[in-house]
């Protein structure tokens, strides 16, 4: 599944393999769907519940299945939706992983005092930072050590929509372990997974470029 | 209790017995409360609390009593409140007591795509559904067997307005059983029992009539 | 700490004496902060977590340090807030010692009826009443014996605003007991003790004078 806001300015990527379901049998092709109801469709399900997804092909309609529930739901073309930027071969120092938690502090921390969040790596203090800057007030949120995992070490500096990241980390479920890449004015690119491994997440965010 | 909407869709009727009390002591009478205060006003008790109504003939106010609070309500004349619709004698075919939880996600699943909700059993298929259909998508709730209890099976379908069975729905306790009676285009009966079955709850809306 | 709303009809007055921190080094001065702010701030600490508050005399800002989180507060100038009025010396006959619980409950049902709320005293019967009189419903609380502690007996009644006495006790800690010191016609002093003993909380809210 790929979708990108209307603003271009994030994307999400989810791979999930055929593992991650309890039985797959599928040929390959390309929906469109309507996340909106498709989303409160498969929120009907408990827990527990098996979710069934069937496709179709004389209706052009997909079926979800839930315990004796039954929704049919028109697709949409793909071909009406449109279409995600091509990217361009990102090559991005800096890399680590945290906690999903930690990040969220971060930004709960800079939602108070600006609209945009910064992300720092500085090499020589093996530190993360994640900062804001408001009119009259600061934020700095540091990040060493034990809160660290998987570092790759460089001095990287960028600038992002806080109100994107925070709805981008806001949706990574609880207690998630979060690889960032990000360089110096570039995409901030952020990946976990799911289903037990069987499933892939990739979010990318554009960065805010300052004109000083 | 008796109560209808302004619009004369749904009626709620209500008998407790003088067993539910805990101690009773009432001549005849008739009483218009305004429900709103009364509602919140019984609202103030914890769940140990026991709640004392008493009927001031001197006032004619509602005294109600809660663990040293004392409320005092004016109540409305009978005859200025708008008296219930007289209920034609009613012949409903179908009947079956299922789980309030089970109705409820029936309910839950046509909001996604409808305003109405359409209840229905065929008689071949010892089968009660809950559909909605909406412009493009719609959906089905199939209850069959271990779901249904005291069955008495007939070919029925009516079509209800989805805000009022929902409001209807949503008051009922959790957990309760709801035997509901119904036919095709005539009006659906729920009922159930509070206080330990010495009260009892008749919950009645009117059909949707579909003009084709 | 001290506050005053700004219609001068509550004031609250908080002290905290240095045993109530962990540690404590600071010179007398006077501190201009924004409230809402500063409240915001403090709600990023969990409950274990030490806050730490260091003002930065060179910028004029005040710092606050919590777990590798840092935020920079630039301080208002104390000259530019609005300064409390002086209080008049307050000889205040009623005093009792209740629960805040007790003293909500009478909130809420005064609420019900009316957008204000007495508080009476009753020498000769050791009671202590909340009240409220609506255009055709009352309510009453009557608190005795074993709901009173510390008892002064008055005969002593005032009325006061339900909105601003709702806001105070909603913001006292849960299970706290308040001391009520009242007259008639005259402010009600609240207090109640924080930070086990080491701080004091006095809260004053002014009367509404009812003309008959």
């Known amino acids: 599944m790929r979708a990108v806001d209307p603003a271009n ?11 991650a379901f309890e039985s797959y049998d599928a040929s390959p092709g390309l929906l469109g769907v309507n996340l909106d109801r498709f989303s409160k469709v498969v929120k009907m399900a408990n827990k527990t519940d098996l979710v069934q997804l069937w496709f179709d092909t004389s209706t052009f309609k997909l079926v979800v299945y839930i315990d ?19 990217l361009p071969e990102l090559d991005l120092p800096a890399g680590v992983t945290i906690s999903r938690e930690a990040l969220n502090r971060g930004i709960k921390a800079a939602d108070m005092v600006s609209d945009h969040i910064g992300i ?11 900062d804001a800057e408001g009119d009259t007030d600061n934020v700095r949120l540091d990040l060493q050590d034990d809160d660290l995992q998987s570092v790759t070490l460089a001095d990287a500096r960028s600038v992002f929509s806080l109100d994107y990241l925070k709805d981008l980390v806001r949706t990574m479920p609880r207690g998630v372990d979060v690889s960032l890449r990000f360089g110096s004015d570039f995409p901030l690119i952020m990946d976990y997974e799911i289903a037990d491994g069987d499933g892939h997440v990739t979010r990318m965010l554009a960065p805010r470029i300052q004109t000083d």
């Open 9 to 19: 300015v994030a994307m999400d990527d989810i791979e999930l393999e055929a593992a």
């Open 68 to 86: 004796g529930l039954e929704f049919t739901m028109a697709c949409l073309d793909p071909q009406t939706i449109r279409s995600e930027p091509t």
């Open 120 to 130: 720092e790596m500085v090499e020589d203090e093996g530190r993360l930072s994640i």
